[in-house]
């Protein structure tokens, strides 16, 4: 009779992430005990689930009550602040945990920091597992996108639960085993990355469009809708769409236009960056965004510089460029290289994933990765359909630009991508998301680059030595020497 009170699930940390994922567990069927050390926290979210359909949630108020409310094997989701908050949760918790117990933490961790906890949690017996949620406060209410890795046997214990709590698309819930260690934090790290790369990009053909081609807000929800009805449907651009029809209510005109021009960021997109960095993997577009971020913040100095410069006698060029627009052919040339430079950012993000998969022997399924972000994410996409049949066709694919499909997508819409491109140069609209993606792709279709003057460089000034493309072995030679003396 006291098993059967108990709860199946418990749930540690209850800010609006918290408590929302905490409700959708109890609506799909699993009562769940919910703690929060703000106590508040824990009658607001009792007060949620009798409000939203007399859920099976209960609320305890010390670590000692929350944990033995949950049946055993125990499992507790943690969604707390990265970092010190979430060892200080775990330490609360574990003092009343037992051997086989499992603990599951769901919030944007560090790699290494879950390795850590996996290691600290094995000594004591207990099961760790570094889950990935992704799709905001809606996705956690209402099915997100979860990746979990860590321990099997702990993904064993929650995958009836997470099955029916995660997104549901036609091919199965929007969750999967991701592989050891810190691999389910990595991979929702690299998902942000790419979420950082799609939004940059988005603003970049928002930016031409509005400037370049001078459309109104209404015009771009238009396009935007159409959009999301095509090749680009996604919950980014269905949202984008939606912004532009959002009145000010202090004053005229649409609300996007009233918004401060400086872009927040917590830090997955630099991770992201720091790691392709790590492993030599090239991230340009995903690096742009990062570096558009960081600029974005600099308004007092962009507006400093904008007059200074004006002063100087740059002239604006926008006006000259739009007089002689085919508005029709714009919009349909943007289209093509918004997917085009789409491609490219996420070929970097699976490319990602795939060195490091290889470095820590992961063993990363690309095919399902982007099965498992066709829905609930913030990247979800129609797109993404098309990347997993891509990795179900080749497991080994070197890259997304070289599937046999997306490759002829690409050179189809390269010629609109080069003018979008040229056209936002000559304007003085920087697009920098779209260049490092057009430059990715020249440089990487590139049998032969410029790459051997760099290298005879290095071998000049550090006799860093160079190979030849015409016999085996490292060469070194005395340029300086040999220059003067042909001189």
Not at 272 to 289: G, K, N
Request: aromatic letters at 8%.
């Amino acid at each position: 009779m006291e098993a059967a009170a108990l709860s199946r699930i418990g749930l540690a940390g209850l800010a609006v992430m918290g408590q929302n994922l905490a409700l959708n567990v109890a609506e799909k069927g699993f009562p769940i005990s919910v703690y929060n050390r703000t106590t508040s926290k824990v009658d607001e979210t009792l007060d949620r689930a009798h409000n939203e359909g007399q859920l099976p949630l209960t609320g305890h108020y010390t670590p000692r009550d929350f944990v033995l409310s949950i049946q055993k094997p125990r499992s507790v989701i943690i969604l707390v602040k990265a970092g010190a908050p979430v060892d200080q949760t775990i330490a609360a918790l574990t003092e009343h945990m037992e051997p086989g117990d499992t603990i599951i933490d769901g919030g944007n961790e560090w790699y290494e920091n879950t390795e850590r906890r996996i290691v600290e949690a094995n000594s004591k017996g207990l099961l760790y597992l570094g889950m990935g949620v992704s799709g905001g406060e809606e996705g956690a209410r209402n099915g997100p996108s979860l990746m979990p890795g860590g321990s099997f046997d702990a993904y064993n214990n929650i995958k009836d639960i997470v099955e029916k709590v995660a997104a549901q698309v036609e091919d199965g819930p929007c969750v999967t085993y991701i592989g050891e260690g810190g691999s389910g934090n990595f991979v929702k790290m690299v998902h942000n990355g790419i979420e950082y790369g799609d939004m940059q990009l988005i603003s970049e053909a928002y930016d031409v469009l509005k400037n370049v081609g001078g459309l109104s807000n209404s015009e771009l929800a238009e396009i935007f809708d159409e959009w999301n009805r095509g090749e680009l449907e996604s919950f980014l651009i269905e949202i984008t769409a939606d912004i532009f029809k959002v009145k000010d209510e202090h004053g005229e005109g649409e609300l996007v236009d009233k918004i401060l021009d400086k872009t927040g960021m917590k830090g997955t997109g630099k991770w992201t960056v720091q790691q392709a960095a790590e492993l030599s993997v090239a991230a340009p577009t995903i690096a742009a965004s990062l570096d558009c971020r960081y600029l974005s913040g600099l308004k007092d100095e962009r507006e400093a510089a904008a007059k200074v410069l004006a002063e100087a006698g740059l002239k604006e060029e926008v006006g000259t460029v739009r007089s002689g627009i085919d508005k029709k052919r714009l919009i349909d040339d943007v289209r093509q290289a918004l997917y085009a430079s789409k491609i490219c950012s996420y070929a970097q993000g699976m490319n990602l994933l795939r060195a490091k998969s290889l470095e820590k022997n992961w063993n990363l399924n690309f095919g399902e990765l982007a099965r498992i972000w066709k829905g609930g994410c913030i990247i979800r996409a129609v797109f993404l359909d098309r990347i997993k049949k891509a990795y179900q066709r080749n497991p080994d694919l070197a890259s997304l630009v070289v599937d046999p499909d997306f490759a002829k997508e690409m050179v189809q819409r390269q010629a609109a991508w080069r003018r979008v491109v040229g056209l936002a140069i000559s304007a003085g609209i920087s697009t920098p998301g779209m260049c490092a993606s057009l430059a990715y792709f020249d440089t990487y279709r590139r049998a032969r680059l410029p790459a051997n003057l760099v290298q005879a460089q290095r071998d000049l000034f550090g006799a860093h030595t160079y190979e030849r493309v015409d016999r085996p072995g490292a060469f070194h030679t005395e340029w300086t020497k040999l220059a003067r003396k042909n001189a």
